[in-house]
């Protein structure tokens, strides 16, 4: 018997909550956030938090945060938009350019959220498996004739960065808006910002919850040509970032950029060295262009699980095409790191008597 009302729309029977089964851990390296805390002067200006900010409203679109977002891309206040996460700008723009049962074609494996913005917005989601090379099946997923192509770039969870030829040619050819979700393009140092400020059907995806350490404040935003920008403006509606996110992500923005490029580099680092740690046990870790490193493992679940036991959490996946069960591991300061190999090699022993892979 179902409890859904009778009132209930149908579409939202098929509808899932979100839920990465992420119960407290003591050292938890499932989300991709900033391990090493939050910049300094974004702090400070959240201790110092003027009561008047909290009792009135927040500016309607967050104007200058968009023209902060703007300088640090290398693009322009016009071109940008600001939403709850990035979260939102994806299920906004999913809602500014889809009409009910519009094809949303995705690369798999990628983020967990796309087949659930697109059923949320009645819209119709194709799912195509990447190709061996982990680069999209831009032929398949162009035949999916879809009004929205959405491709991520570090790809989460391979780590893989979109080559500059497949990128170009989804944009020439995709017969709709292309979105680019570029949630930890600033590990990579490679960007589509250039190409979204020259052509209208490009819309790129970014957030301050990773490289930022600001995923509690929820600040996405998406660059794009200026008149693809104003309708997810529209869809997504006014008020939608909090005073607090709004002057807290300008802090950081206008004086904490030292901070937050130190700590990409160090990420960028000690993904490296635990790359290299696991090579040496005999693993073949994915090339990773991100704060994480994506690692074929035997039995990930139950390797998952044996971590878990002891204190530890790392995301599983089981059975990504062409690579099997994987671990994906996200990385923060070395402690941590040879944390979650004393564990590892403890896990692995238990579930796969310590073979690799
Ligand atoms: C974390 C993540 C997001 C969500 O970021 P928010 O800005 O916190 O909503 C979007 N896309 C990818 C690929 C992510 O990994």
Redesign the pocket.
């Known amino acids: 018997m179902s409890d859904r009302l009778a009132f209930a729309r149908a579409l939202y029977d098929a509808v899932p909550l979100y839920d990465p089964k992420r119960t407290p851990v003591d050292l938890d390296l499932t989300?991709?956030t900033n391990l090493w805390g939050l910049p300094p002067t974004a702090e400070r200006t959240l201790r110092e938090m003027a009561v008047a900010k909290v009792t009135r409203y927040p500016s309607l679109y967050a104007a200058e945060l968009k023209e902060a977002l703007a300088a640090f891309v290398g693009a322009t206040a016009d071109r940008l938009v600001t939403g709850c996460?990035?979260?939102?700008i994806?299920d906004s723009a999913m809602r500014a350019f889809g009409e009910p049962g519009s094809v949303v074609a995705g690369s798999e494996p990628?983020?967990a959220?796309i087949p659930i913005f697109a059923q949320m917005n009645g819209l119709q989601y194709v799912g195509i498996t990447e190709r061996a090379d982990h680069q999209p099946d831009l032929d398949a997923l162009l035949a999916a004739k879809p009004r929205i192509l959405y491709l991520?770039s570090p790809n989460?969870p391979t780590g893989a960065l979109l080559t500059r030829e497949t990128l170009e040619r989804a944009v020439r050819e995709a017969p709709g808006v292309v979105f680019v979700?570029e949630?930890?393009a600033e590990f990579s140092g490679v960007s589509a910002v250039d190409l979204a400020m020259r052509v209208d059907n490009l819309l790129v995806?970014r957030?301050m919850?990773?490289a930022f350490g600001l995923?509690g404040l929820?600040?996405?935003y998406g660059i794009g040509a200026p008149s693809l920008v104003r309708d997810v403006e529209k869809s997504r509606g006014p008020y939608k970032l909090s005073s607090v996110a709004e002057q807290m992500g300008l802090a950081a923005l206008r004086h904490d950029m030292d901070w937050v490029h130190a700590h990409v580099a160090l990420a960028v680092e000690n993904r490296n060295r635990l790359a290299a740690a696991l090579r040496t046990r005999g693993y073949t870790p994915l090339e990773s262009h991100a704060n994480y490193v994506c690692v074929p493992v035997a039995n990930a679940l139950e390797v998952g699980q044996a971590l878990r036991a002891r204190g530890v959490a790392a995301r599983p996946f089981a059975a990504l095409p062409h690579v099997g069960d994987t671990l994906r591991i996200s990385v923060g300061p070395w402690e941590m790191v040879e944390r979650f190999l004393e564990a590892f090699d403890a896990a692995t022993m238990d579930v796969n008597g310590g073979t690799a892979a």
């Open positions: 989300d991709n996460g990035s979260d939102d994806l990628s983020f959220m991520c989460n979700d949630a930890y995806i957030t919850s990773k995923a929820r600040i996405g």
